[in-house]
């Protein structure tokens, strides 16, 4: 929607800018609205889970040795995924 939203702007934009027409009160109006529709919907990017080899890195890092920091980093994430999606 976002991106469908942000083309009828862009395209009446483009249109103005060519000189095939004019801009009305009415028709800025409806640019600026779909604009701020497209601004109030950002697209969301995917969420990455960190490669083990990345929480390999950061644990040696930081000096956890132990196996129990992949279970907490694990825990933490999926906790940090559900509050992002």
């Known amino acids: 929607m976002t991106q469908e939203t942000l083309k009828r702007a862009l395209d009446f934009v483009e249109s103005i ?20 529709e497209a601004l109030a919907h950002p697209p969301q990017r995917p969420w990455l889970d960190l490669t083990d080899g990345v929480m390999c890195d950061i644990a040696i890092k930081h000096g956890l040795m132990s196996i129990d920091w992949i279970d907490f980093a694990r825990a933490i994430e999926a906790a940090s995924r559900s509050k992002n999606t």
């Open 17 to 36: 800018n060519l000189g095939s027409r004019s801009a009305s009160v009415e028709q800025q109006r409806e640019v600026i609205a779909i604009c701020k």
